[in-house]
């Protein structure tokens, strides 16, 4: 979930932080993923087509099967991907985990009764809200990644914290997620709906996080108090207070501790008890250890992905070469430096294409230069004095 309406907030406060990009823009770049949400989206995409994608001996394979075409293309647009996974939830996070676990609970109960019914459409939803990421998906995930040749990084605990300190770190270029409390952990370029099929349409959204604080005026704790008056995975924060009200009585009042302070003989806002607004700054300001971090890319290991896709899970062997295939032909391109690097933008004014376009038309066919008329000697004229 993250931050409650961060990204609403932001398109609000200050649009000029989000800029639609097209995946080639992102050509070179090491992108690290949160993948389980990545994963997440694979398996709650196929039950919400009232099916899973599963063997001949009946294991789920949705997950691997979407990784493995989605992870190929982006190194087709060039993207050079880091996988990173979530370690040990942090204690802040006990009471969302359980709160989420119930929902799953309740999910599941009224699943059953939908089938007993017969009535598809429910069916179709609950048990969408049954989906979860399983350690076993996991390190099935992992194992794919490896086999392709890419990295993967294991978060001591939240993913997004890991994310951001890759990020700070200047060890990739941004994070791809769809958890808007990556940017309250520090990741400086947020990139959205990357991972989406390309079929949903959906404009990929580059966020800037020092676009953020230089548009809004707030200092990187005041965005963090931000986003815990909000309400994040580790608090409800203050009830009576939405993301647009924490951002104005930040803005108003500096910090948390000045806000409770204005709010404490107002019956309309009720502070949660316990509030561990500390705790949570420091959580989302602490920095993980990158020493045992490895980015390195590889060869794709053709009959180690055969052995796990096609024996293992019995995916279709031509299918699989093909897709390998791929990989292989990307290893080249993702290896070139960024076009930007080596080719120095040059403006041209439309008048200067048009000239161009028309003199290398008479040259075609062999047209005999005409005497410039006077109004074409002045425009020569002005454009040599510029």
Known sequence: ?????????????????????????????????????FLYQFLIAIRGNGMDLTNESGELTSHLRGLFSRTTKFLEYGIKPVFVFDGTAPKLKAVEIEKR???????????AVAEEQGDDEKMIMFAKRTVRVTKEQNDEAKKLIRLMGLPVVQASSE????????????????????????????????????????????????????????????????????CILSGCDFSDGIKGIGQKKAFSMIKEFGSIEKVIEAVKDKKNYIVADPFPFQEIRDLFKQTENL??????????????????????????????????????????????????????????????????????????????????NKSTQVKKKSKSEK
């Open 101 to 111: 676990r119930e929902k799953v609970r309740d999910a599941e109960k009224q699943l």
């Open 159 to 226: 993913a997004e914290g890991m994310c951001a300190a890759l990020c700070k770190a200047g060890l990739v270029y941004a994070t791809a997620t769809e958890d808007a409390d990556s940017l309250t952990f520090g990741t400086d370029i947020l990139i959205r709906h990357i991972t989406f099929s390309e079929a949903r349409k959906v404009p990929i959204q580059e966020i800037n996080m020092s676009r953020v604080l230089t548009t809004t005026g707030l200092t990187m704790d005041q965005f963090i108090d931000v």
């Open 291 to 372: 020493d045992s971090v490895d980015l390195k890319f590889t060869e794709p290991d053709e009959e180690g992905l055969i052995e796990f896709l096609v024996k293992e899970k019995q995916f279709d062997e031509t299918g699989v070469r093909n897709t390998i295939s791929r990989i292989k032909k990307t290893k080249g391109k993702a290896s070139q430096g960024r076009l930007d690097s080596f080719f120095k933008v040059i403006g041209t004014s439309i008048s200067d294409t048009m000239t161009k376009k028309r003199e290398e038309s008479q040259n075609k066919v062999g047209t005999k230069r005409k005497r410039p």
């Open 1 to 37: 979930m993250g931050v409650k309406g961060l990204f609403k907030l932001l398109a609000d406060e200050c649009p000029d932080a989000i800029k639609e990009i097209q995946p080639e823009s992102l050509f070179s770049r090491k992108i690290a993923i949160d993948t389980s949400t």
